[in-house]
C-alpha cells in the first residue's frame, strides 16, 4: 500500500506474504516485500525502483490512487527484476519518464527488459539531480550485491534509498520497523544469503554512505529504519573480520553413527563453555545455517560415505558454505564409513574458497568406539585452543 513518508515523498510497498523461497534458494519464513517510492517534487516527480513484474499492476494501481498523473524518472538502484521488474510497464503508462541509472545498471537493464535504449538518462557517481524543491544525488556501491549496484540520497530530507542494501526480507502492514530484534534477524538472514559473498565491498560502501549524514534509510525489502542505527551497527558487526566463540556444526547421518560423534564434540565443546549451533541438514533451513555462519569461528561438517564420497547432502552444504564465503576461521571435518573413508578430500575442496584453517579431520569405521571418542575429543580440544589463541575465549 501507499504510505507518506513525508510531505510529498511516499513508500508503495507491494507485500508477497506468501512467497516461501527467493532466488529458489533461500527460505522466507516472513515474505518478502518490494518498496518502490514516489518523490513529488515542486517542478519533477521520481520513482525510486519498482517491484517484481508480477506486482506491476498494484504499483499502476498505487499511482493512480495517489493521482500521479506524470513521472519524470524512474530511479533503478538495481537491475534485478524484483526492483526493475516493472518498470517496462511504468514506461508504458508513464511516456514522458526516463529511466535514471548508471551506465552498468542500463546495459544491464537493456540484457533483462524490454526498454528503448532512448528511455534512459545516465549518472555518474556524486552526480545530483533536481525535482525542484527536492534533490537526488545518486552514489554508486558497487556489489551490494550486484556490480550495477547504486543508492539514492534525497538530501534535503536525509533519506537514503538504499535499495537491497539493509533489506530484510519481511512483509508487513508496518512503515517503519517496529521490534527492532525481529528486524535484525531477518535482515541477518538477507545478509547471510545475499550479502555476505561481498563483505569486503561492503566494508568500503559502509565507509562511503557515512558520508551522507542520512537520517532515515528506506530499503526496497521490508520495512523502514526511523533509527537506522541498529542496522548499521549491525552491518559493521557482520562485516568486520571479528569472529565470535561459537561453532556450528552441520551434519547428516543416516543410521546415528556420525550422531554419535555429533553429539560428542557437541557435549565436550559444550563443558569448554564454547556454544554449538547444531543443523541436521536432512531438515535444516538453510537460511538458519547462514544465519549462524555470519558469526561463528568454526564450522564442522559431519557426514558419512555414500558411494566414495560424503553424502549428497553434505556436499551440498559445502557448496553453500563455499558460496557464502563467510568469514569462519576454523573448519573441522568428521565422518563415518563401512569400508574405505575418503570423504575429506572431497569436502576440502568443495570449500576451498573459504579461507579458513582445516583442522585434523576424525573418521570413524562403523559407530565411534572409545578410542575414536578420544579422537573426537581432541578435536573439540583443538577448537578450544583455536579459540583461545585468537582471543574469544
Ligand atoms: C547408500 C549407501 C552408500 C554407502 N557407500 C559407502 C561407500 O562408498 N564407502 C564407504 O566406506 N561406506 C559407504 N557406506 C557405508 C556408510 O558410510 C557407513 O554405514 C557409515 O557408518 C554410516 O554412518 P551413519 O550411521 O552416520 O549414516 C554407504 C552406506 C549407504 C547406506
Ligand atoms: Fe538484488
Ligand atoms: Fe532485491
Known amino acids: 500500500m501507499a504510505e507518506q513518508l513525508k510531505k510529498n515523498i511516499f513508500s508503495i510497498r507491494a507485500n508477497d506474504w506468501d512467497r516461501k523461497l527467493f532466488d529458489e534458494l533461500i527460505p522466507l519464513p516472513d515474505g518478502t516485500s518490494y518498496n518502490s517510492y514516489l518523490i513529488k517534487g515542486s517542478k519533477k516527480t521520481a520513482l525510486i525502483d519498482s517491484a517484481d513484474p508480477l506486482f506491476s499492476d498494484f504499483v499502476l494501481g ?19 527484476q ?19 541509472t548508471n551506465e552498468k545498471c542500463r546495459n544491464m537493464l537493456l540484457d533483462l527488459l524490454d526498454i528503448y535504449e532512448d528511455r534512459f538518462r545516465i549518472i555518474k557517481d556524486g552526480e545530483e539531480l533536481s525535482l525542484g524543491d ?28 538504499s535499495c537491497d542494501f539493509f533489506g530484510s526480507h519481511y512483509a508487513s502492514s508496518e512503515l517503519y520497523v517496529k521490534d527492532e530484534r525481529v528486524i535484525l534477524e531477518a535482515a541477518k538472514r ?14 568500503e560502501n559502509l565507509k562511503k554512505i557515512d558520508d551522507l549524514k542520512y537520517h532515515i534509510i528506506a530499503p526496497s525489502h521490508g520495512p523502514v529504519y526511523d533509527k537506522p542505527g541498529f542496522i548499521v551497527d549491525a552491518y559493521r558487526d557482520w562485516v568486520s573480520d571479528e569472529v565470535k566463540n561459537q561453532v556450528v556444526i552441520a551434519y547428516v547421518s543416516m543410521h546415528g553413527s556420525t550422531l554419535a560423534m555429533v553429539d560428542h564434540i557437541a557435549s565436550e565443546l559444550e563443558h569448554k563453555n564454547i556454544p554449538v549451533q ?3 541438514l536432512a ?6 545455517l547462514a544465519n549462524s555462519l555470519v558469526d561463528a569461528a568454526t564450522l564442522v561438517v559431519a557426514a558419512p560415505t555414500v558411494i566414495v564420497d560424503p553424502h549428497p547432502l553434505a556436499q551440498y552444504a559445502a557448496v553453500l558454505v563455499n558460496t557464502l564465503n563467510p568469514k569462519t576461521r576454523f573448519i573441522g571435518v568428521m565422518g563415518s564409513y563401512g569400508w574405505a573413508g575418503t570423504m575429506v578430500g572431497k569436502l576440502g575442496s ?13 573418521l570413524v569405521q562403523g559407530h565411534p568406539k572409545k578410542d575414536d571418542m578420544i579422537k573426537i575429543s581432541e578435536l573439540a580440544e583443538e577448537i578450544y585452543r583455536k579459540h583461545k589463541s585468537i582471543k574469544i575465549i
Open 62 to 80: 498505487e499511482l493512480k490512487a495517489l493521482d500521479v498523473r506524470k513521472i519524470d524518472y524512474i530511479i533503478a538502484n538495481h537491475a534485478e
Open 82 to 100: 524484483d526492483h526493475s521488474g516493472s518498470i517496462p510497464r511504468i514506461l508504458d503508462i508513464y511516456p514522458e519518464a526516463v529511466v535514471v
Open 134 to 161: 527536492k534533490t537526488l544525488k545518486f552514489v554508486m556501491t558497487p556489489w551490494v550485491h550486484w556490480p550495477e549496484t547504486l543508492v539514492t540520497f534525497l538530501v534535503e530530507d536525509r533519506i537514503l534509498f
Open 190 to 203: 538477507y545478509y547471510a544469503e545475499i550479502m555476505m559473498p561481498f563483505r569486503k565491498k561492503i566494508i
Open 278 to 280: 547444531r543443523f541436521n
Open 283 to 288: 531438515e535444516v533451513d538453510i537460511g538458519l
Open 350 to 362: 568443495l570449500i576451498s574458497r573459504v579461507k579458513a584453517e582445516v583442522l585434523p579431520p576424525v
